[in-house]
């Protein structure tokens, strides 16, 4: 008999290809045993029997400069099962990208509950792209760009996408891209403005599916070029998965991510939020709902990220004027339980793909974290089968006001979070150290 510093005992372990009940034995920050031995025995036993054991969340995507700081951010990313954050640390135009992911480490290390890596995002790619063989360097291999938001400022143009892309390809990582085709975006929105039209019925005319469609098939051709693999961040409709498919099936390098709010709710059903819905892509109709889950059942789409991007705003501000972005992060794992596994639209076994070892895979994390498995991180979710909840702003940990999700009732509740190890949430309890998350390195692609 072993001793353990904790052990999970008869709880039904989900992997990609089976769930299993068994036990599992941690040491160290790692998963030292997994297996059915009902004899293993440590300081700490955490009883998970009729409940299911998953590897912890990694969230590909998360803004953390809104309402929620990388510290707050973290925090509520741990009550949503979330063990491993991936920030896009944004360099805005004069800004140099290599500070810039320095400033984000730093405040990471000295405040993180859990652990981070980073994706750069450059505004200005054609200036800030010659720094990304230092940015690799300081562990961070992913770079995102903009092919939308022109009038903002924000957009990447071809040249400049070819330009990154050659670097990044040369270099050794990724480039993500936002895939839309800004300056068609940018028109049809000039166009509604000059019609005095109602931006909140008509938001979706303002994020059309066949622009994300054409600028993913772009973005994939350019990486073609350029031989640099490419991620698609935030896929949010019907005709961008039927390029994504045709791309894919042609054998072209590019993983695909959607968003929960796409795969829950409809512009129809979200519009009565007014502001608060807004969310770059918009959320589509119930046809580009279906589509997202089918696409995830085939293996088209790879991962799923939150967009976590918590802003200021009330639901009767100007439409136009609001910023775009929504609390996600605490809410991503229950939603895709309830809308995706009790409803039968996904596999417990495909969620856990999604959800972390995928991710883990495409963003070079992997087998250190993104599955239960010996010698990887004990980063370990407890999910209560039978426990209905219903989401509302009070019982989120967000600085934000609102959530998207309120009133929405949940058959399934995160009971244990586990962070290397530590205990860091237990039902509503919270134990972590500011501090305690680890800056992890990526090698994506
Ligand atoms: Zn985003």
Redesign the pocket.
């Given at each position: 008999m072993k001793g353990y510093e904790t052990v999970i005992k008869g709880g039904k372990i989900v992997y990609p290809e089976k769930t299993v009940k068994g036990n599992i034995g941690i040491k160290n920050e790692k998963i030292e045993y997994i297996g059915p031995d009902d004899s293993i025995c440590g300081r700490n036993t955490i009883d998970a029997g009729g409940k299911y054991v998953l590897p912890g969340v990694i969230d590909p995507?998360t803004?953390p400069v809104y309402l929620d700081n990388i510290k707050g951010l973290s925090k509520t990313a741990a009550f949503g099962g979330v063990t491993t954050v991936i920030h896009?640390a944004y360099a805005k135009p004069g800004k140099s990208l290599a500070a810039t992911l320095k400033d984000y480490i730093k405040e990471g290390e000295a405040t993180s509950y859990i652990d981070f890596a980073l994706h750069g995002g450059l505004f200005d790619a054609g200036k800030q792209a010659d720094e990304i063989p230092e940015a690799v360097e300081l562990g961070v291999t992913s770079f995102k760009m903009f092919m939308a938001y022109a009038k903002l400022g924000w957009m990447t143009d071809d040249y400049a996408l070819a330009g990154a892309m050659d670097i990044i390809g040369r270099t050794g990582g990724m480039a993500c891209l936002h895939a839309e085709n800004g300056l068609v975006i940018d028109y049809i929105q000039d166009k509604l403005l000059a019609e005095k039209a109602d931006f909140k019925e008509r938001f979706p005319e303002t994020s059309p599916d066949i622009a994300e469609a054409e600028a993913i098939f772009r973005a994939v051709q350019i990486g073609r070029l350029m031989k640099c693999p490419v991620y698609i961040?935030?896929i949010s409709s019907g005709e961008g998965v039927k390029i994504l498919k045709y791309l894919k099936d042609e054998g072209c390098k590019v993983y695909a991510e959607t968003c929960p709010h796409y795969l829950s709710l409809t512009w129809d059903e979200l519009k009565a939020m007014g502001s608060l819905g807004k969310v770059g892509p918009s959320i589509k109709t119930d046809k580009d709902r279906i589509a997202l889950w089918d696409a995830i059942g085939e293996g088209y789409i790879d991962t799923i990220g939150s967009?976590h991007?918590p802003k200021d705003k009330k639901a009767e501000d100007d439409f136009f004027a609001a910023p775009y972005g929504t609390p996600e992060i605490e809410t991503m794992l229950p939603v895709l339980w309830e809308f995706g596994v009790n409803r039968g639209r996904l596999a417990i076994n495909r969620l856990v793909s999604v959800l972390s070892e995928n991710t883990a895979k495409i963003m070079g994390l992997f087998p250190q974290k993104g599955r239960l498995d010996t010698g990887s991180d004990a980063d370990i979710v407890i999910i209560d089968p039978d426990e209905e909840w219903t989401i509302s702003q009070e019982n989120q940990h967000s600085n934000a006001a609102y959530t998207l999700f309120e009133g929405k009732t949940i058959l399934g509740r995160i009971k244990k979070v586990l962070s290397r190890g530590r205990l860091i949430v237990d039902n509503s309890g919270f134990s972590a150290e500011s501090g305690s998350g680890k800056f992890i390195k990526t090698n994506a692609g």
């Open positions: 995507h803004h896009y961040p935030h967009d991007a």
